[in-house]
């Protein structure tokens, strides 16, 4: 401070008097240490102190326990892969409907009368001795003569079996055998491929050909 410089004095004007008194009066002009609201810190204190308490309940409440899956962006979301959405064949054999079935036999699984025999409550579909009638069907087409729940049919359904892997038709009679009110055991890639390994490259069956063989 230049108040303890003594060449700062002498500027002033102040030679003539002592050091003593100098600094005598020096010190009655200093501002009090203590001056201002001796309350203030506590105040702050206090003020600090509920921030810090307010904060603490807030976390307590929100926080979630700082679970990894809300606060770590780069962890993988295995555990919500888990309780999400489940695609099964049937969902996926619904896609293959969409686009390969449904001109034919239609999205309501009705078929048309006279022309495309139905889907929906059709014995082939449903009964367990044409379960693997329907997959030969897929794989290998129809031609000739059938009746279907009661009516009768005489065309042609083209082959998918150059078309459609071995999980897409077990998908696709999956989801035939599950819509429309028909509930019947799904259809395994498995017993596709059994089949296609069994008959190979064949041309199209007829009805009367698929209830001689099992
Ligand atoms: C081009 C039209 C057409 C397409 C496309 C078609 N079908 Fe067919 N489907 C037929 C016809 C026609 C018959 C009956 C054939 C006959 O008269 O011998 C038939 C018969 C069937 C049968 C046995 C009879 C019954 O109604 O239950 C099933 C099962 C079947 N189709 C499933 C499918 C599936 C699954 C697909 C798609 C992968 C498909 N069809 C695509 C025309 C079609």
Known sequence: MSSENPSHLEQSGASD???????????????????????????LLGIMCAAIFFGAVYLAHYSAHFDASIYNEHQKPSAQVATGPVITPAMLGKRVFTANCMTCHQATGQGVPGVYPPLAGSEFVLKPEHEKHIIKIV???????????????????????????????????????????NSAPAITPEQVAAIRAEFGARGPWTVEELLKSP
């Open 17 to 43: 008097e002592s050091l003593q008194q100098v600094h005598a009066r020096l010190q009655a002009n200093k501002p009090e240490k203590a001056q201002g609201n001796p309350r203030f810190p506590l105040v």
């Open 139 to 181: 794989l290998y087409g129809l031609n000739g003569p059938i009746t279907v729940k009661g009516a009768n049919f005489n065309n042609a359904m083209t082959p998918f079996g150059g078309i459609l892997k071995d999980e897409q038709i077990a998908n696709v009679l999956t989801y035939v055998r599950s819509e429309w009110g």
